[in-house]
């Protein structure tokens, strides 16, 4: 089994040719320039400098020759066959199956810290982020997000009024570190979601859905309340671990990119859902307006969540526990209406 995956350094220590292995009774190192070099697994030793190259020689061979190894599945395969690779005093008395043993336990508690430990202790760094910084992370997140759904922004602009002025009311209420920053992209999708730093989204097919100013309000009075509790960054980086925070810092997309789409399509925890329905029902009692039609709403897009996975449903799960919050009686709704007839329209017809 040859492999073109190692560099090989020469006696003088100075000079790297590429050299293919292959894993026989002995391991058998070919040059670049064809020399043939058998070194026994026994007499293989681990000359690591910790930046993730295994780096191996020989007792026998001069001090400086050093074979480089920097692929993983290739380090794999070295530790499983040379038993004295940390020396006589380590390792060099165990069995391969041993060795094996090991390696596996070993790559089940890294796998373990990485996808248990390093994304909750970094989700709890949320706590320490700046909301500038947040604001940041939004925006590198925007751009992917809003080209999900075909990125087109609608503009009538009486229905911008209409939209600004009903936004304008719930946001009153909300006092939030981060302004929001909403949107109606035209899309038949019928969604809304927030982004980390206020970015809030409203798809032309939840309005189109909506059959009043109170269903939608109360539905962004409920991204109000993901974006208050920083439900996105947290999300994003509890998915992304400490890769989120380095992508923020280097202004890297890639990463932010892909956790934007889970963003969109996956659930928040349960406990996420029920805080920012709290939120939306305290800032519709502030407006002395009933919770009541977001419930409505969303028990109407009930049916369309098995026919299509990217509905509000996707990240957020409806319960009956849910409905029942929102259906239940909350005293007199004496507040003014938040939008009038007119202005209702002028919203529902802003992408034509």
């Known amino acids: 089994m040859a492999l073109q995956k190692a560099v090989f350094l020469d006696e003088t220590g100075s000079k790297k040719t590429t050299a293919s292995l292959n894993f026989g009774p002995k391991l058998e190192i070919r040059t670049e320039n064809s020399s043939l070099i058998r070194w026994a697994y026994s007499d293989i030793r681990r000359f690591d400098q910790g ?6 020689g020989v007792d026998h061979a001069p001090q400086t020759a050093r074979l480089e190894i ?42 373990a810290l990485i996808i248990w430990a ?30 999900l759904y075909g990125g087109k922004t609608c503009t ?15 946001a009153d209420k909300a006092a939030l570190t981060n302004p929001p920053r909403p949107d109606i992209l035209d899309s038949a999708v019928p969604n809304a979601f927030a982004l980390p730093g206020g970015k809030i989204y409203v798809l032309r097919g939840l309005l189109d859905k909506a059959e009043s100013p109170d269903e939608l309000a ?7 309340g993901h974006v208050a509790h920083r439900d996105g960054l947290r999300k994003m980086v509890e998915d992304g671990g400490v890769a989120t925070l380095i992508s923020l810092l280097t202004g890297g997309d890639s990463m932010i990119g892909h956790l934007s789409q889970n963003l969109v399509f996956s659930h928040y925890s349960r406990d996420s859902e029920t805080s920012a329905d709290d939120f939306a029902l305290s800032i519709m009692g502030q407006l002395g307006r009933s919770p009541r039609p977001m419930g409505d709403l969303l028990q109407r897009l009930g049916p369309a969540e098995k026919a299509d996975p ?22 007199p709704v004496d507040g003014p209406e938040i939008l009038s007839p007119q202005e209702w329209q002028a919203l529902k017809s802003i992408c034509r």
Not at 51 to 56: I, K, P
Not at 125 to 143: K, N, T
Not at 310 to 331: E, W
């Open 310 to 331: 990217t509905v509000i449903f996707a990240s957020h799960p409806l319960t009956s526990q849910r409905i029942a919050a929102l259906s239940k009686p909350r005293g």
């Open 51 to 56: 930046d993730g190259v295994l780096r191996l």
């Open 218 to 224: 109360g539905v962004l009075a409920h991204e109000l």
């Open 70 to 111: 920097a692929d993983a599945e290739i380090q794999a395969l070295i530790v499983v066959r040379c038993p004295a690779l940390y020396g006589e005093s380590s390792i060099g008395t165990l069995s391969n199956r041993q060795i094996v043993g090991w390696t596996f336990a070993t790559l089940i508690l890294v796998g």
């Open 118 to 147: 390093v994304p909750r202790l970094a989700a709890k760094l949320v706590d320490f982020i700046p909301a500038s910084l947040e604001r940041q992370l939004g925006d590198l997140a925007d751009l992917q997000s809003r080209q």
């Open 156 to 170: 009538n602009l009486d229905g911008i009024a209409a939209f600004d002025k009903l936004v304008a009311a719930v």
